[in-house]
T-cell receptor, first 114, second 112 residues
Framework: KAGVTQTPRYLIKTRGQQVTLSCSPI?????VSWYQQTPGQGLQFLFE???????NKGNFPGRFSGRQFSNSRSEMNVSTLELGDSALYLC?????????????FGQGTRLTVV | AQTVTQSQPEMSVQEAETVTLSCTYD???????LFWYKQPPSRQMILVIR??????QNATENRFSVNFQKAAKSFSLKISDSQLGDAAMYFC?????????FGAGTRLTVKP
């Protein structure tokens, strides 16, 4: 069974550009969450989707957005990139809607903004 | 908003010895879930152990066990018989309403 797949693994963008990151969850998983990981701020929750609906959102500006498709694949978009957006972006999927189900993480996308 | 605190940025342990990583959290809820995740250099987060708050019994997974003190809102991870492969960042996490919050992490070094 394939794990959570994030593409691309590495990305370099220029300030002001926009970027789209992709996450394919484990087959059958309907919940997808996104996290930003930086040395200074640690792991911060971005948003969570279940059955194409955003159920929860972290404290990030509107430049950060996401969506989930009918096949549970998810994308997150960051517009007007800033240097501070450089981070490892992690995606996690879980089977069910309940909070106690295990979240499986992808290997992340390393975004560098120059 | 709930917070998760890991007060030890770095810890080291001798191979085959035991180490305990600390975690405290803040919540007003009575039913919630706590997790310890491991992030090796490969970056992929791996679930180590899970604890349900309504269960008084401490969770155990092979060499990994927790000391869950609900009243003190403490959730420490004990690693017994440490192995070189245990070296990683360890994150304590709390989940409520499908929103998982992580601590800042503890970097564990295992000395041969």
């Amino acid at each position: 069974k394939a794990g959570v797949t994030q593409t691309p693994r590495y990305l370099i963008k220029t300030r002001g550009q926009q970027v789209t990151l992709s996450c394919s969850p484990i087959s059958g998983h309907r919940s997808v969450s996104w996290y930003q990981q930086t040395p200074g701020q640690g792991l911060q929750f971005l948003f969570e989707y279940f059955s194409e609906t955003q159920r929860n959102k972290g404290n990030f500006p509107g430049r950060f957005s996401g969506r989930q498709f009918s096949n549970s694949r998810s994308e997150m978009n960051v517009s007007t990139l800033e240097l501070g957006d450089s981070a490892l972006y992690l995606c996690a999927s879980s089977l069910a809607a309940q909070a106690n189900t295990e979240a499986f993480f992808g290997q992340g996308t390393r975004l560098t903004v120059v | 908003a709930q917070t998760v605190t890991q007060s030890q940025p770095e810890m080291s342990v001798q191979e085959a010895e035991t180490v305990t990583l600390s975690c405290t959290y803040d919540t007003s809820e009575s039913d919630y879930y706590l997790f310890w995740y491991k992030q090796p250099p490969s970056r992929q987060m791996i679930l180590v152990i899970r604890q349900e708050a309504y269960k008084q019994q401490n969770a155990t997974e092979n060499r990994f066990s927790v000391n869950f003190q609900k009243a003190a809102k403490s959730f420490s991870l004990k690693i017994s018989d440490s192995q070189l492969g245990d070296a990683a960042m360890y994150f304590c996490a709390y989940i409520e309403n499908n929103d998982m919050r992580f601590g800042a992490g503890t970097r564990l070094t295992v000395k041969p």
